[in-house]
């Protein structure tokens, strides 16, 4: 941020590769990271750098994985509905889909892998008197995100 800005992280979120149960029971099985590159991975169009998924592993296993699909989008709701359609596996946060995971409309493609955390920040101006209202509200979002679905705390 500028140097007038104050960013305090409140929360995070996991990153998994997800489907749903239907794509998966048709699709080529997903055993590894390196099976992804032979599926239609929904992505967003913005991020050139998800052509390619880092995701970690068992015993601090890394795998770098080039991957490719036409379902490029600039929405979140567009990649969740895509997801849950069964359109291709993603990558996507868990606050994302966490209700789609808990009902099993989706699940985790390869579940002992993740890419690294979304993180969730509050940015506001660096006041040396700042108003109580804007405190107040900074300690609401410290505590209430945390308990979001598909967040932790930071």
Known sequence: PPPHVVAREVGWSGRGVV??????????????P?????????????????DTLVLDGPRGARETVPVAGRYRVNSSMAIREGLLLGAGPGLAPDWLGQDLLDTGAVVRGLPAWHAGPQRAWVM????????????LLVDALCAAVPRWPGFREA
């Not at 506001?124 to 405190?135: E, G, K, V």
Request: no cysteine; net charge positive.
């Open 124 to 135: 506001y101006p660096s006041l040396r008197y700042r108003p109580a209202r804007s405190r």
């Open 19 to 32: 489907a749903s149960p239907a794509y998966l029971a048709s699709a080529p099985r997903i055993r590894r």
């Open 34 to 50: 390196a099976d992804l590159s032979r599926h239609e991975v929904l992505r967003f169009a913005w991020a050139a750098s998800l």
